[in-house]
């Protein structure tokens, strides 16, 4: 695995929060979130951390599509690489079809875990990342579920979420 990333948090009055990282290669990004709820992605100066040579204004659309592309491939890479490590366990990623008999009902009703032995352990929306949803959580058409468990009972949990 990767070292560890330290992200520094600083209050900015009247503004809102700044969060800021060092890359390997010695660049600092950040993000500004305004209480606007607007963002702003920020690389520094090298050479100068006060700096600000790049400043990228992000829409809630924006940073959601973002998130999206950076997000949700690392969580299936972190599990990936934790299949490495434990035979016979895979995850997938199923889609909620439009017209499964789960869209607009909590993810309890379809008792995957009790029907499959399986595991929900995220589901992906627009986006946005649900990590460990619990069973209130409510499944919308086109939701991408990332299931753990071994080859069978997640081709179980496929069908279950596409027919019931």
């Known amino acids: 695995m990767g070292r560890t990333v330290d992200i520094e948090q600083t209050a900015l009055p009247g503004i809102g929060l700044r969060h800021e990282f060092t890359t390997q290669s010695g660049k600092r990004v950040g993000v500004v979130s305004h209480r606007t709820g607007r963002r702003d992605l920020v690389i520094y100066d090298k050479d100068d ?6 400043t990228v204004r992000l829409n809630d659309e924006e940073a959601e599509a973002l998130v999206e592309l950076l997000g949700a491939p690392r969580i299936v890479q972190r599990l990936n690489e934790l299949h490495q490590q434990v035979e016979g366990l895979v995850s997938v990623q199923l ?14 009703d379809a008792r995957v875990r009790t029907r499959t032995s ?7 929306r627009g986006g ?8 209130a959580f409510v499944f919308a058409a086109n939701d991408i579920v990332v299931v753990v468990g071994g080859a069978d009972s997640t081709a179980e949990v496929a069908d279950i979420l596409a027919r019931g």
């Open 49 to 54: 951390p006060d700096r600000v040579c790049e």
């Open 95 to 108: 889609p909620i079809p439009p017209g499964s008999p789960y869209v607009g009902r909590p993810m309890g």
């Open 118 to 124: 399986a595991s929900i352990v995220a589901v992906v």
């Open 128 to 135: 946005t990342v649900f990590a460990s949803p619990g069973p």
